[in-house]
C-alpha cells in the first residue's frame, strides 16, 4: 500500500541522492520526470554523460528492488526524455540510488545497461 509516508520517504530519498550528485560535479537536469511510459526519478548530467537515476528508498539495500518490468518502463522514459531533450549524442548509463532508513545512500553506477533501448 502507498501511504504519505512512503511519499515523502521517497521524496527524502531523491533529494539525498541529488545533493550526492551535485557534490560528485553533477547537475540535475530533471527530478521526477513523467511521460507516458513511465517517470525518470532523476537525470542527472556529468560531464560526460547523461545518467538517469532510479532511487529506492527501503529499510536496507537491495540491489533486487527493481523488477525487469520497472527496468523497461525506465528505459522506455529515457529513450523519449533522449529523444525530446538532447541531440542523443552523449554517452548515458542507468544508476541505482538505494537509500536505508538511516538516510544511508548506495550509489550502484552502470546498475543496468542502456543497450537495446
Known amino acids: 500500500m502507498y501511504t504519505a509516508r512512503n511519499y515523502h520517504s521517497g ?5 539525498l541522492a541529488a545533493r ?3 557534490l560528485g560535479g553533477g547537475s540535475v537536469r530533471a527530478s521526477r520526470w513523467r511521460c507516458p511510459e513511465g517517470e525518470l526519478d532523476l537525470v ?3 560531464p560526460d554523460e547523461i545518467v538517469f537515476v532510479e532511487v ?6 537491495d540491489a533486487g528492488a527493481v523488477t525487469e518490468r ?11 526524455y533522449l529523444a525530446e531533450h538532447t541531440d542523443g549524442t552523449r554517452p548515458c ?8 532508513r538511516f538516510g544511508r545512500l548506495e550509489r550502484i553506477e552502470n546498475a543496468r ?5
Do not use: C, M, N, P
Open 11 to 15: 521524496i527524502a530519498a531523491e533529494d
Open 20 to 22: 550526492a550528485y551535485r
Open 44 to 46: 542527472v548530467d556529468l
Open 56 to 61: 529506492k528508498a527501503r529499510r536496507g539495500h
Open 70 to 80: 520497472q527496468w523497461a518502463r525506465i528505459g522506455a522514459a529515457a529513450t523519449r
Open 93 to 100: 548509463r542507468f544508476d541505482l540510488a538505494l537509500v536505508d
Open 113 to 117: 545497461s542502456f543497450d537495446g533501448w
